[in-house]
C-alpha cells in the first residue's frame, strides 16, 4: 500500500473495534449494520446489507461478530424482510453453522427465509441451465466441481434435470468420491475437450481458455472467469438471479 496509508491505521482500528463491540449495543438492532445498495425491481425491494465488522474479526472477535450477524437477522425478521442470504465470511460454519445458527437463535416462529449465500448461487447456475438448454439430451463438462458451489450445481443437474455430468479435479481422493456418488471424473481439461463441447467453468483456472474446443459454449460462474480471450466462445454468466416480477 502507498505510505500514507500507514498513518491511518491506528483510525482504522479504533473504527474497526468500535463498530465490531459498541455500534449494535448503543443503538440497537438496526446499527448492526451498513445498508450499501437499494434496488427497486417493481413492488420487489432489494437491499444489500454490510455487517459492522471487518475480516479480522472473525479470527479476532468471533462472539461479536456471531451477534451482530444475529442482530441484524432480528432487525430483518422485525421489519418485514421475506429473504435474507448469507454472503462472505457471515455463513461461515465456525461462526453460525453456514446459518443454522441465526435459524435457531429466531425460534421457530420466524417468517423469514434465511438463504446460504453458496445455495443460492447453485440455484442461480442451474436455473440458467435449465433456461438455456431445457429438457436436451446434454453431457456437461464441469470444472471445480469439488467446492460446494459446484458439487450442489452437479447433483442438481444430474437429479433435477437427468443432464449427464462429468465432473473434474486433479485430486485422486476427490475424483474417487464422485465415482462413489455415480459420477464421471476427469483427472484433466483435455479429458473434458473429448467429451463435450458444453463446459461449466466453476472454477478460474487460465489452462481453461487454451483447452475448452473451438467455438464451445461456456456457462461460467468463477469470479473472475479466464475466456476473455476466447471470443470464439459462447460465454453465460450463471451466477446472476433473475427476477420474475409476476411472482
Not at 473504527?15 to 449494535?24: E, F, M
Not at 438496526?30 to 432489494?46: E, H, I
Not at 449465500?117 to 435449465?130: C, D, F, P, R
Request: proline residues 4%; glycine residues 8%.
Amino acid at each position: 500500500p502507498p505510505f500514507w496509508v500507514w498513518p491511518l491505521w491506528p483510525f482504522h482500528y479504533v473504527v474497526g473495534w468500535y463498530v465490531c463491540n459498541y455500534r449494535q449495543r448503543l443503538f440497537g438492532d438496526q446499527a448492526s449494520f451498513f445498508c450499501s445498495d437499494t434496488v427497486v425491481y417493481g413492488s420487489t425491494l432489494m437491499q444489500n446489507w454490510v455487517a459492522t465488522h471487518f475480516a479480522r474479526h472473525f479470527v479476532t472477535n468471533p462472539r461479536q461478530v456471531k451477534e451482530n450477524i444475529e442482530a441484524a437477522a432480528r432487525y430483518a425478521e422485525r421489519v418485514g424482510v421475506k429473504v435474507l442470504c448469507l454472503g462472505a465470511l457471515n455463513k461461515a460454519e465456525s461462526i453460525n453453522g453456514g446459518g443454522l445458527g441465526i435459524v435457531n437463535e429466531l425460534g421457530p416462529r420466524r417468517k423469514i427465509s434465511i438463504i446460504h449465500g453458496n445455495h443460492l448461487t447453485a440455484a442461480a447456475v442451474v436455473e440458467t441451465i435449465y433456461q438455456v438448454f431445457g429438457d436436451r439430451k446434454v453431457k456437461f463438462f464441469l470444472t471445480g466441481a469439488s467446492s460446494k458451489v459446484g458439487w450442489a450445481v452437479a447433483q442438481a443437474l444430474r437429479d433435477r434435470h437427468a443432464y449427464e455430468v462429468l465432473c473434474h479435479s486433479t485430486d485422486p481422493g476427490r475424483r474417487r468420491f464422485f465415482r462413489e456418488h455415480g459420477f464421471a471424473s476427469a483427472a484433466s481439461l483435455a479429458e473434458g475437450s473429448a467429451f463435450s463441447k458444453y463446459w461449466i467453468v466453476g472454477k478460474y483456472d487460465t489452462s481453461v481458455a487454451r483447452l475448452i474446443p473451438q467455438s464451445a459454449t461456456a456457462v461460467v460462474f468463477s469470479v473472475p472467469h479466464p475466456l476473455g480471450v476466447r471470443s470464439d466462445v459462447r460465454v453465460i454468466e450463471a451466477g446472476t438471479l433473475h427476477m420474475d416480477l409476476q411472482k
